[in-house]
């Protein structure tokens, strides 16, 4: 009797599976029309291309660079800068990342006007232009990163860029498209930027009386607060589409690019003026942003979205250790993982503002680390430097005694010197008494726009010409310098500033000090057609004299002023041209 039982419900099992074996049941799989109904689970579109965003993260690519050098030997910025860089293998490769951004941002445009955002008419009106406003602005900013990592000049003598696609693609779409021209991508950038202001207030900050609703919206006050106010703060805004203009302008203005579109010196410095004149024109610089990482009062009270005067746009404050991990000194418990170069060293200049190879500097090779600019001691641990939660005095000459010397262990440097900037002193990765601390990730820093317009302007109107803003590239080179602690009056800046070509010399490397280790200097050097080869140096201090050393080649061909199109995508798309020399 059990065994027919047992018999019965045996083939009862499998005459009910045979639908499924046949006829597979419909799997747990979301599709367009979910989102009609379900705002959070549209929104995800949107939040998926927040969570693509190419500076969310620290990249470190200084360690390809003349900046810096990596300990660790398997590192892939270190394959790069020492000839290891190919199409199809690209650590900086930003195509599917972005695309994929582009992909998820373009459903949100088309079908967004589907979306029921809220019960309220008026109210969900108001999210769908927040919504897709956001959108076009990501929209730009992931094409300035594409266009900042694969834009170069076909075998034709074209600047391209990439395919522009503004539609979502499907399983039947032409996925065989040409790149579209350089000038034809920032001009799709400027449109998308246009869209973000018109649908965007310029911050998240609501309205405090109905005067100040917008005549687009009617409702109450709290209805349009609910959309536009203080808990959307980080979000996309009208002022951060703004600078991400700004951003894309200088590199198409630079050398490497500016004969490719018609975007000049000159709309450069105007988009990120206007942007400072948001901020209060030279008066916005931040005092205290020289060390913005390290502000503990600052960051500590930092809430509800709110952002230090430094900052225009960030990622969420976090408590964390990694970057300590990373990059301490060993006798810190850290890996050591980025070393600044002696190269980056030397660019710092005299307290009195002269480079060290000015007569009038006063630079020791005996003592190089004396009377030097403040930012040198803040952004590198040099010999004989202090450190950590206490104070500790870190010894990196060679014949020093601690895995802090040169080439120690793996972990020590390789060049004398370690990173100190971005890293809070106060984290202790003693494991007896280990500790995190609060940090947060800059996306766009003021000072970084400051300099934009410093660069751009000088080349438009020269060192003293202001624009249409009352402000030159001489007057915000001498507030950051001032800022920085140089000496007062600045005597090398009053010796350069009718001289254009000095100016941009020491607007250049201004920028290389003030944005060190931020992953700018890879690309700047591209953009400014410089020679990417400079050897990376370190230092070697025995019995106290100091030797240059050299650490690591630079090993790049002339064609890597551009980055490559993967090669994987050039396969199987034979309308997709590769960039010169990939």
């Known amino acids: 009797m059990k065994k027919r039982l047992l018999l019965f419900i045996a083939v009862a099992m499998m ?12 799997e747990n799989l979301r599709g367009l029309d979910d989102m009609y109904e379900e705002a959070e689970y549209a929104q995800g579109f949107l939040l998926n291309g927040y969570a693509r965003i190419p500076t969310n993260s620290w990249s470190f ?6 900046d810096a050098v990596s300990n660790n030997r398997s590192n892939n910025y270190l394959k790069v800068a020492t000839g290891q860089w190919t199409a199809n293998n690209n650590p900086l490769d930003q195509w599917r990342n972005s695309k994929a951004a582009i992909q998820y941002l373009n459903i949100l445009l088309q079908e967004g006007d589907k979306v029921k955002w809220a019960k309220d008419e008026n109210v969900s009106q108001m999210f769908k232009d927040r919504m897709k406003g956001e959108a076009y602005g990501l929209r730009a900013l992931f094409m300035f990163h594409l266009l900042q990592n694969h834009a170069g000049w076909s075998e034709s003598g074209e600047l391209l860029g990439v395919p522009i696609v503004l539609e979502p693609e499907q399983t039947n779409s032409d996925f065989n498209k040409p790149r579209a021209t350089f000038e034809e991508c920032m001009q799709q950038i400027y449109s998308d930027v246009q869209k973000a202001q018109e649908l965007l207030p310029l911050d998240f900050e609501g309205a405090s009386d109905n005067s100040g609703l917008p005549a687009d919206y009617k409702g109450s006050l709290d209805d349009y607060n609910r959309v536009f106010g203080q808990f959307a703060r980080q979000r996309m805004t009208a002022r951060i589409a703004m600078a991400v203009r700004a951003q894309a302008a200088l590199l ?9 579109n018609s975007t000049t010196w000159a709309d450069a410095a105007n988009y990120a003026g206007q942007v400072l004149e948001l901020n209060g024109g030279l008066m916005g610089l931040d005092p205290n942003g020289l060390t913005w990482y390290a502000n503990a009062t600052e960051i500590g ?3 509800a979205g709110a952002n230090p005067r430094e900052i225009l746009w960030r990622s969420d404050v976090s408590e964390s250790n990694d970057l300590e991990r990373q990059h301490f000194p060993p ?21 009195n503002g002269y480079p060290i190879t000015e007569a009038s500097a006063g630079y020791d090779p005996s003592a190089p680390y004396s009377n030097r600019d403040p930012r040198l001691k803040h952004y590198i641990l040099v010999n004989g430097g ?3 939660p206490g104070n500790a005095t870190i010894i990196t000459a060679a014949d020093g005694t601690t895995n802090d010397a040169l080439n120690k262990v793996g972990t020590s440097t390789r060049t004398g010197y370690y990173m100190r900037k971005l890293l809070r002193q106060d984290v202790n990765l003693n494991p007896t008494t280990t500790n995190r601390q609060k940090h947060y990730k800059p996306r766009i820093r003021y000072t970084e726009l400051y300099l934009i317009y410093a660069e751009a302007a000088n080349e438009a109107w020269g060192p ?11 007057d915000v080179i001498a507030a950051i310098r001032n800022r920085a602690g140089i000496a007062q009056p600045d005597a090398y800046l009053e010796s350069i500033k009718s001289n254009k070509e000095a100016m941009r010399a020491l607007i250049r490397n201004e920028r290389r ?14 953009r400014w057609n410089e020679d990417l080869t400079e050897t990376a140096t370190g230092v070697r201090i025995e019995n106290g004299n100091h030797e240059i050393i050299p650490v690591e080649a630079r090993v790049y061909g002339s064609y890597m002023q551009y980055g490559p199109i993967p090669y994987s995508e050039t396969l199987k798309y034979d309308a997709l041209s590769q960039n010169v020399g990939w």
């Open 386 to 388: 202090t450190a950590g």
């Open 301 to 303: 009270g930092l809430a």
């Open 331 to 351: 006798t810190l418990y850290g890996n050591g993982l980025l070393n600044p170069s002696q190269n980056l060293v030397d660019a710092f200049p005299m307290a």
């Open 15 to 26: 005459a009910s599976s045979c639908e499924d074996l046949f006829e597979p049941s419909i």
């Open 61 to 66: 690519n200084d360690m390809a660079t003349d």
């Open 513 to 526: 000090l003030e944005l060190c280790f931020e992953g700018f200097r890879f690309w700047d050097l591209r």
């Open 464 to 474: 003293t010409g202001a624009g249409a803003f009352g402000f030159s590239a001489y």
């Open 252 to 260: 198409a203005a630079s050398p490497a690019y500016n004969t490719g």
